[in-house]
Structure formats: C-alpha cells, structure tokens
T-cell receptor, first 112, second 111 residues
Framework: EAGVTQSPTHLIKTRGQQATLRCSPI?????VYWYQQALGLGLQFLLW???????NRGNFPPRFSGRQFPNYSSELNVNALELEDSALYLC???????????FGSGTRLTVV | SQQGEEDPQALSIQEGENATMNCSYK?????LQWYRQNSGRGLVHLIL?????REKHSGRLRVTLDTSKKSSSLLITASRAADTASYFC???????????FGKGTLLTVNP
C-alpha cells in the first residue's frame, strides 16, 4: 500500500512568488491535514480537508489556502511568499477523524 | 491552547538505557498520540492512548496517561542508536478533529 506522497520534495522560491505543494493521501483516506514545521517552532496546524471541504483552519493569514480534489488529493498554495514561510510543510491523512495520522515526507520550502 | 508540552526538550542516553519523556497539557482530551520524527522527515505514528485508558504497550514502548494530572509519559526500554529522533505528543480534544502537536523531545542514543 502506497503511503502519503508529497511533491515536490524541495522547492526554492523568491519572496513575493507563489508556491504550490501537493499531497496524495493513502487510498481510502478522506481526511487530509497540512502542517508547517518551521525551525524551532514545532508543528503548526494549517488546514484540514475532508470530503472535499475545508473543515478547519489554523492561525495563518489568507495567503495560505488550498483545496481537496474529488480523488482526495490536496494542494496547498502559498501566495506572496515571505522569508518566514521557509519551513518543512507536512501533509498527513487519516482513515478516521483525529486518529492515527500517516505523514508524508514533507516539502521543504525555501524562500530567498 | 490545547498544545501539549514535552519535557525534557532534549535527552541524551547510552544504548541499552531506558528513555522517558513526558507530555503535559491543559485542556480535556479525547486521545493522546505519540509520534517520532527522524531528522526533519515525516512523522511516524507510534501509539494512541484514549482518555479512558491508563497504560498501553507496543513492543519496547510503554505509554501512560494520567488525566487527573493532565500528563502522559512515553518510555522506551533498552534503547538503540536507531531510536535517535524527535518525539512528539499530539492531542485530540472533543469534536475538534485536528491533532495539536507539542514542540517535541530530541532523544539522542549514543552507541
């Protein structure tokens, strides 16, 4: 069974540009969660999608947005990139709400 | 905030020793989970303990939960160099389905 896959693995962008990160959950998992892990700050909850709908949002500005497609894959978009957006972005999926997340390996976003 | 707080922030032990890390929280929870992260990669789910459970085991892992003290501990017995990683507790509370993670304990097991 394929795990949670994220692409790209690494992404380098210039301040002010837009970044698009992608996540494919485990087959059968309908919930997708996005987290930001900046250096020294632990995991910060970004977004939760379930059944194609945004269910919950963390304390991040509106330039962080995303969507979930009919096949339950998800996309995270970050507009007007700032230097402090540099972080590891982790996607997770679960078969049941709030139980046992499976994480992808993450996308490391560097903003220069 | 529902965030758990791990203690200690860093722990260094010799191979074969036991490692204990703790998680404290402030709100009521539905379950508490422990995860491991190797060197900035994705997190791996280790164990889940529900609010009505007091202790769970999985291989060399033992997790306890004391809801009256709002704390949990993760014990790794007979540690190995491969156990070197960051360990996070994650909380699930009530109808909020997201997990809230602490900042983690960095465990170093020296060969």
């Amino acid at each position: 069974e394929a795990g949670v896959t994220q692409s790209p693995t690494h992404l380098i962008k210039t301040r002010g540009q837009q970044a698009t990160l992608r996540c494919s959950p485990i087959s059968g998992h309908t919930s997708v969660y996005w987290y930001q892990q900046a250096l020294g700050l632990g995991l910060q909850f970004l977004l939760w999608y379930d059944e194609g709908e945004e269910r919950n949002r963390g304390n991040f500005p509106p330039r962080f947005s995303g969507r979930q497609f009919p096949n339950y894959s998800s996309e995270l978009n970050v507009n007007a990139l700032e230097l402090e957006d540099s972080a590891l972005y982790l996607c997770a999926s679960s078969p049941d709400r709030g139980y046992g997340y499976t994480f992808g390996s993450g996308t490391r976003l560097t903003v220069v | 905030s529902q965030q758990g707080e791990e203690d200690p922030q860093a722990l260094s032990i010799q191979e074969g020793e036991n490692a204990t890390m703790n998680c404290s929280y402030k709100t009521s929870i539905n379950n508490l989970q422990w995860y491991r992260q190797n060197s900035g990669r994705g997190l791996v789910h280790l164990i889940l303990i529900r609010s009505n459970e007091r202790e769970k085991h999985s291989g060399r892992l033992r997790v306890t939960l004391d809801t009256s003290k709002k704390s949990s501990s993760l014990l790794i017995t007979a540690s190995r160099a491969a156990d070197t990683a960051s360990y996070f507790c994650a909380l699930k509370g009530g109808s909020n389905y997201k997990l809230t993670f602490g900042k983690g304990t960095l465990l170093t097991v020296n060969p």
